[in-house]
């Protein structure tokens, strides 16, 4: 009996200390946890929505899309959103590590507008819940913001200057930029004591930075020691020019500044064939003149113009110019060189100045964080807001992120692949469609009549295996390519190597493929309806 008592004490009392140990542990992470919404309840009652005229933005309590998770949701276009949650109790910076960190989905992207908050100062700074706007005092801005070339994850420290007593608003330099998807991501900002500052999306560090180093901040926040004296002025004798024209050169006598940069190539020879007598276009034989042509309003019609089908054999038509080459005279204008400036003295500035607004720092001087407010201007709707976390160590962040945010952020993105993959099978069909229907328009060229049938042919084998489009389009253009070979070097010769002209026989041959040509043409005009002819650009205005 004595054993077993012993037993049960030792147990009562290990139990006793491992209770002590828990809520011991509980009440850490309760006092790490500085604040936390979720936005399982709706706001109302304990959010204040702006008041004031410019901020017409409807905010709503909304489920996240494919999620029974809520979120604080901009739910219109092109409007100005405030809204701010005052804290119990101001959150000092200074001295121990402060985690910022909360989620935002862009169920809709982001093209011009903004997804971050402001962690506002006291109230005694100047501000009222109800009148909160861009003017209201903050100490930290965090969040994505996009318009035009803006493109990042702003990270701005508003510090005021010991000297001046000006709040000055310093910029994280090179922020990472804003992800492009429509999936919920999480910002998280940690301040360190040691004046480091990181910046992580969805838990994985994109910037690391230093609050008093003048590389990581713009401007710094301990500004220079000097500055140019902004009562200083350049002399009127400082001469900033490195090099001046040489004022003794003088120009040669045998620079011709009139020559002209090209001149008639006096060696060229007009090429055996050339048809002087025949104009480079004719009129279209085919053309018709429209039937509301009129001649009093329109002016009077002209046929459009075509190619010459005379000159298609020939090297050219029309009147020969030689052609022009380089004019070996060509100076063009003379200007003296130039030599180093004797009485150069370099590029001026101004002398430096001590810094009346300069001071020492060993640590920010942060203002405490007595509210959260969301102050953002808009193009997009559909932007949710969700799971604000204030904390004093970066475990508890870590744990929302892994509880609260990537359960749904798998899903979501599991979601976006199989879309994706839809997506990718669809637009394959469709550009296979395209493609065929390109395929048939080429087979209905004129100039490829004799070959129709076997292009035809071709693209109804290919329909049957979808597969090989790329292959079936490739060798199709290889037999256009080798057709169009045949055309150009069968028929109008290289200006180099003009072969004699064609025999009788052969300008008939010629003229009957033409014929053959022009005839499907017009075959492919019954067949096929067309917009009415582009009248002549002679019609007045």
Not at 67 to 93: C, Q, W
Not at 212 to 231: M, Q, R, V
Not at 294 to 316: F, H, L, Q, R, Y
Not at 450 to 457: P, S
């Amino acid at each position: 009996m004595g054993e077993a008592r012993r037993v049960s004490l030792r147990l009562a009392i290990v139990f006793l200390i491992a209770s002590a140990s828990f809520y011991q542990l509980r009440a850490s992470d309760d006092d790490d946890e500085v604040f936390y919404e979720s936005f399982d309840e709706s706001f109302d009652g304990r959010w204040v929505v702006s008041e004031k005229d410019d901020y017409k933005g409807v905010w709503k309590h909304s489920k996240s899309e494919g999620h029974d998770d809520y979120g604080l949701l901009v739910s219109e276009k092109a409007r100005k959103y405030a809204i701010v949650k005052e804290l119990d109790e101001p959150v000092k910076l200074k001295d121990e590590t402060i985690v910022l960190q909360f989620e935002t989905r862009l169920q809709n992207g982001l093209e011009c507008g903004g997804a971050y908050l402001k962690y506002l100062r006291p109230q005694d700074a100047g501000w009222i819940a109800k009148e909160f706007d861009n003017e209201s005092p903050y100490s930290i801005m965090f969040g994505p913001d996009k318009c035009g070339v803006t493109n990042k994850v702003h990270f701005i420290l508003k510090h005021k200057n010991p000297k001046s007593g000006e709040y000055v608003e310093h910029h994280v330099k090179y922020p990472p930029s804003v992800p492009s998807d429509k999936l919920s991501h999480v910002y998280t900002a940690i301040l360190k004591p040691d004046n480091e500052l990181r910046i992580l999306i969805d838990g994985e560090e994109k910037k690391k930075a230093n609050f008093l180093s003048s590389e990581d901040f713009e401007p710094p926040l301990i500004p220079a020691k000097t500055i140019p004296d902004p009562d200083d002025k350049k002399p009127e004798d400082w001469d900033e020019r490195a090099k001046i024209p040489d004022p003794d050169a003088k120009k040669p006598e045998d620079w011709d500044e009139d020559a002209p940069m090209e001149i008639e190539d006096e060696d060229a020879v007009k090429p055996e064939g050339w048809m002087d007598d025949e104009p480079e276009e004719v009129d279209d034989p085919d053309a018709a003149k429209p039937e509301d042509w009129d001649d009093e309003e329109d002016g009077e019609w002209e046929a459009p113009k075509i190619e010459n089908p005379k000159c298609v054999t020939a090297p050219g038509c029309g009147e020969w110019k030689r052609p022009t080459k380089r004019n070996p005279a060509y100076k063009g204008k003379w200007s003296a060189p130039l030599i180093d400036n004797p009485a150069y003295k370099g590029i001026w500035k101004p002398q430096e100045i001590p810094n009346p607004n300069h001071f020492e720092l060993d640590t920010p001087d942060f203002e405490p964080i007595a509210a959260i407010g969301l102050e953002i201007w808009t193009m997009q709707d559909g932007i949710l807001f969700d799971n604000i976390l204030i904390a004093k160590d970066e475990k508890v962040a870590v744990t929302y992120r892994d509880t609260k945010w990537k359960p749904k952020f798998e899903v979501e993105k599991e979601k976006q692949k199989a879309e994706e993959a839809d997506s990718s099978t669809d637009g394959l069909a469709g550009f296979q469609k395209k493609v065929f229907d390109l395929l048939y328009q080429v087979a209905e060229i004129p100039f490829l009549s004799g070959h129709r049938q076997k292009i035809l042919d071709v693209i109804e084998k290919a329909e049957k295996q979808p597969n090989l489009t790329i292959g079936i389009l490739v060798s199709i253009v290889v037999v256009i390519f080798t057709i169009l070979l045949k055309i150009i070097f069968g028929g109008k010769k290289p200006v180099a190597d003009v072969e004699p002209r064609p025999t009788p026989a052969a300008e008939t041959s010629n003229k009957e493929e033409s014929s053959s040509g022009e005839k499907a043409e017009e075959d492919d005009k019954e067949t096929t309806t067309t917009a009415p002819k582009k009248r002549s650009q002679r019609r007045e205005n």
